[in-house]
């Protein structure tokens, strides 16, 4: 047991009927704000009436408790083995947890070395701005990687799903990861910081897509400014299939990851859809992973057929260009952060790139 634990949980069985006198305190617990309070002192007699209200008090979820220091006193006076009592079983951790604190003890080691000037800062925009240049998103998809993974597990389900997401996928630079990893810096340059939050766009990021899986495959591979319009109208459920298949499997997500995937191509001028929101009543998340999709979308050529480069299609949005298929009605909250990290030149890079040199 760790030595920051006061007290361990007894049943009201644990203490012998036929004994009124103890030689140990007894203390009961509320679950409520999960707070020890005294009840009996030690050799005070435990009445009937005593007894019938710690009975009462386990039916309505409370408990009662020993100080941890009268542990052997209390084990030889109600002639018991500490493997009798649930409360003195070594608490065995969850794999996932065991996982969890290989992470922590991981990422530390990383700051550390950052710290020690043995490994270079991740600059989020500098890192992100590396990545457009090159196309290579390795290094933000594994940053994270690493990040998430440190999140605690008793959240919510959803921080949970997201934990566990990017453990099994986020790992090689593909598209989907590219549109995670991206999204969620993006999110942390708009302040987005909270652990519920981000786990929610990292949801969102991987199974905003889901319903495409219900359409005919053509719908995804042909360019949508060439699909004829009735399959565009096709093409265009894919949001609430998604929202469907993940309600019909029930897998435990918030509301708000579900309402982000319905809102992904809902866009601030109310041209969007399915449901033609306008800016003050759709999520940020939704517009960031709108955003991020699209240029990746646009880059590869989804939406006209012309293939583009990232910073390309970055400098477009940013400076409202009129281009076929190119999609421009964002919060200008995300706008300004695309053209913050636009703003930063090759060579600065360099130059923090020379002066980040690993010590020998």
Not at 44 to 67: C, H, M, Q, W, Y
Not at 74 to 80: C, I
Not at 167 to 183: C, G, P, Q, R
Not at 332 to 352: A, R
């Amino acid at each position: 047991m760790t030595k920051n634990i006061q007290y361990f949980l007894i049943s009201l069985t644990h203490l012998p009927d036929k004994q009124e006198i103890f030689s140990f305190n007894l203390y009961i617990f509320n679950p409520i704000n999960s707070k020890y309070s005294l009840f009996l002192n030690a050799n005070s007699p435990l009445t009937i009436n005593k007894r019938e209200f710690l009975r009462l008090l386990e039916s309505k979820a409370g408990s009662v408790a020993i100080d941890f220091s009268q542990k052997k006193t209390f084990l030889a006076s109600t002639n018991q083995q500490a493997k009798d009592v649930p409360g003195l079983i070594p608490y065995e951790k969850h794999p996932l947890e065991k996982a969890r604190e290989i992470y922590l003890h991981q990422y530390a080691q990383k700051q550390e070395k950052i710290e020690q000037e043995e490994l270079p800062p991740f600059i989020r925009k500098n890192e992100i701005k590396r990545s457009i240049l090159s196309n290579d998103f390795s290094n933000l998809i594994s940053e994270v990687r690493d990040e998430v993974l440190t999140f605690p597990l008793d959240i919510s389900q959803t921080v949970s799903l997201a934990i566990e997401l990017c453990e099994e996928l986020l790992i090689i630079d593909n598209k989907t990861n590219k549109i995670v990893a991206l999204s969620f810096l993006l999110a942390k340059e708009l302040k987005i910081t909270d652990i519920s939050s981000l786990s929610e766009i990292i949801c969102t990021a991987f199974l905003f897509h889901l319903g495409f899986t219900q359409l005919n495959r053509s719908l995804i591979k042909i360019p949508y400014m060439q699909l004829p319009e009735k399959s565009k109208s096709y093409y265009r459920r894919h949001a609430g299939l998604t929202q469907h298949l993940l309600k019909k499997i029930q897998l435990p997500i918030s509301d708000e990851t579900l309402n982000s995937i319905l809102q992904h191509h809902e866009r601030v001028d109310g041209n969007g859809y399915p449901y033609m929101k306008s800016e003050k009543s759709i999520t940020l998340p939704s517009q960031i992973i709108g955003i991020v999709s699209h240029i990746f979308d646009h880059a590869q050529g989804k939406t006209s057929g012309q293939t583009l480069a990232i910073q390309s299609v970055i400098s477009q949005i940013v400076s409202g260009t009129n281009s076929p298929g190119l999609e421009k009605n964002f919060p200008t909250s995300i706008i300004e952060v695309l053209e913050s990290i636009q703003k930063i030149g090759k060579e600065q890079l360099d130059t923090e790139g020379d002066s980040n040199g690993l010590k020998s």
